[in-house]
């Protein structure tokens, strides 16, 4: 058996419960053996000030999937000097895991429309799988024309026929309307996210006055 494994990158700023779900539908619908939740060092695309130290991000990302099956927060990102684009940290991974393995990385629909303006973005399908968790309202109508025509090609009906890299699929899960933003803008109002972060997120955020 040859391993399954997923990748899950994030400013996670803060890891909230669309992340949980998409994490847990990720593993569940793909069946990976292992899922490495990702939070990002320093994220290129970022230009506005305010992230979150990365301490923090990783701390509330480990939270937020603490005694989950499978699941595993690795800090390799936050580690490296240098901002790190996807592409380089899949090349790593299949590097580590070997040309056999089945590797997957997991996108929301949103990024999914800016994906063409990522480094290197036709070689992620040499290296891995897509799958894409939709957010309310997806259109495919809203892609760049070079993303819609490898959205249309790559998906694969029959998943009998598993391949280590090149194909997308979309998930199932219920999508759900939330945004660390929003989380971030009603935090700073003084507002009530409880029902948007996991108790310890929430807890953790109040000990170290995050977002006000
Ligand atoms: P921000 O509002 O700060 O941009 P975010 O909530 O989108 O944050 P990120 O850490 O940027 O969180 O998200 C990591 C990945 O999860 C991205 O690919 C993003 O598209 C996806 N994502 C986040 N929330 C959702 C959601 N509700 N539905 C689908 N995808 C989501």
């Avoid at 940290?89 to 999914?112: Q, Y």
């Avoid at 040499?126 to 259109?139: H, Q, S």
């Amino acid at each position: 058996m040859h391993p399954i494994v997923g990748f899950f990158g994030g400013t996670f700023d803060p890891f909230h419960n669309a992340h949980l779900r998409m994490a847990r539908a990720f593993r569940d619908e793909i069946g990976l053996s292992r899922l490495l939740l990702v939070p990002a060092g320093d994220p290129y695309h970022r230009t506005q000030d305010g992230l979150s130290a990365a301490h923090h991000r990783l701390a509330m990302t480990r939270l937020g999937v603490a005694g989950e099956a499978r699941i595993e927060v690795d800090d390799r990102e936050i580690r490296r000097t240098e901002p790190s684009f996807t592409v380089e940290t899949l090349t790593e991974l299949r590097s580590e895991l070997g040309p056999d393995a089945e590797l997957w990385f997991l996108i929301g629909g949103d990024s999914l429309a800016n994906l063409s303006r990522w480094k290197d973005w036709q070689s992620l399908f040499t290296l891995a799988n897509l799958a894409v968790a939709l957010r309310p309202g997806f259109e495919t109508t809203t892609l760049p024309d070079e993303v819609r025509t490898e959205w249309h090609t790559r998906q694969v009906s029959d998943f009998s026929n598993r391949t280590g890299s090149g194909t997308i699929r979309p998930l199932i899960l219920p999508p759900v309307d939330l945004s660390a933003t929003r989380i971030r803008d009603t935090l700073s109002r003084g507002g009530d996210v409880s029902h948007l972060v996991p108790a310890s997120i929430l807890r953790y955020i109040g000990e170290h006055g995050l977002y006000r």
